[in-house]
Nanobody, 122 residues
Framework: QVQLVESGGGLVQAGGSLRLSCAAS????????MGWFRQAPGKERDFVAG????????YYAESVKGRFTSSRDNAKNTVYLQMNSLKPEDTAVFYC???????????????WGQGTQVTVSS
């Protein structure tokens, strides 16, 4: 089992920045690729970013490419999502997830955090 806890969400004005953190416990963190997803009210859970086990490779949704950056610190069992130039359409609950490889579908991840709310005001 892997337990994931997100933090760092909040309310920010358009153009601002937030950094989300996801702390893992349980099994060896570096055994897992990590993904970030988001879900707005009434919408599906969408892929945002993924990072491989070592942190050497990342992958982003087109909608966030150039604005969001995912990184990880395996010594701290933590993955991060730095979000810059935030837009109102980025408003959602953000989730981190652990899986074997980077996947763009939620079904590709076995473990999920509880989510953290990000609200971007215009």
């Amino acid at each position: 089992q892997v337990q994931l806890v997100e933090s760092g969400g909040g309310l920010v004005q358009a153009g601002g920045s937030l950094r989300l953190s996801c702390a893992a416990s349980g099994r060896t963190f570096s055994d897992y690729a990590m993904g970030w997803f988001r879900q707005a009210p009434g919408k599906e859970r969408d892929f945002v970013a993924g990072i491989n086990r070592s942190g050497s490779s990342t992958y982003y949704a087109e909608s966030v490419k150039g604005r969001f950056t995912s990184s990880r610190d395996n010594a701290k069992n933590t993955v991060y999502l730095q979000m810059n130039s935030l837009k109102p359409e980025d408003t959602a609950v953000f989730y981190c997830a652990a899986g074997i490889v980077i996947a763009t579908r939620p079904q590709g991840y076995a473990y999920w955090g509880q989510g953290t709310q990000v609200t971007v005001s215009s």
